[in-house]
C-alpha cells in the first residue's frame, strides 16, 4: 500500500526557512513519474508550488528562487523522501502543505496524497 507522509512544518518567522520531507513508502520512486508540492492557504484552493518529474523541476511564479524541490531514491529498503527546501518565507506562504506522486508503471492512473503539514509564518 503507497503511503505519503508529510513532516517538517512549523512555525516560522518571515525570512525564515523550512526544510518539508515526503516520506514515500509501499512502492519504489522509480513507480512514480511527476512528484509535487502543493499549498493551501487559509480559505483557498490548493495550488502547486513545485513538481519534479525525472531531472526537471517547476515551479510557480510566488515561489521562484526561494523553494527547491528535490529528491533521494531509497537505498537498501530505506524509504524514499521527497523534499521541500523553503527560503525566505513570508506570511503568504502559511498553509498546509501536501505531498502529491502521480503512479507510472503497475501504479499508472493513480494519485497519491500525503495528509498534509502545517506551515505557519507570523512574527
Known amino acids: 500500500q503507497v503511503e505519503l507522509v508529510e513532516s517538517g512544518g512549523g512555525l516560522v518567522q518571515p525570512g525564515g526557512s523550512l526544510r518539508l520531507s515526503c516520506t514515500v513508502s509501499?512502492?519504489?520512486?522509480?513507480?512514480?513519474?511527476?512528484m509535487g508540492w502543493y499549498h493551501q492557504a487559509p480559505g483557498k484552493e490548493r495550488e502547486q508550488v513545485a513538481e519534479?518529474?525525472?531531472?526537471?523541476?517547476?515551479?510557480?511564479?510566488s515561489v521562484l528562487g526561494r523553494f527547491t524541490i528535490s529528491r533521494d531514491f531509497a537505498r537498501d529498503g530505506a524509504k524514499s523522501i521527497l523534499y521541500l527546501e523553503m527560503r525566505n518565507l513570508t506570511p503568504e506562504d502559511t498553509g498546509l502543505y501536501y505531498c502529491?506522486?502521480?503512479?507510472?508503471?503497475?501504479?499508472?492512473?493513480?494519485?497519491?496524497w500525503g495528509q498534509g503539514t502545517q506551515v505557519t509564518v507570523s512574527s
Open positions: 509501499g512502492s519504489r520512486m522509480t513507480n512514480f513519474g511527476t
Open positions: 519534479m518529474t525525472g531531472a526537471t523541476t517547476r515551479y510557480s511564479d
Open positions: 502529491n506522486a502521480q503512479g507510472t508503471n503497475y501504479l499508472r492512473g493513480r494519485d497519491f
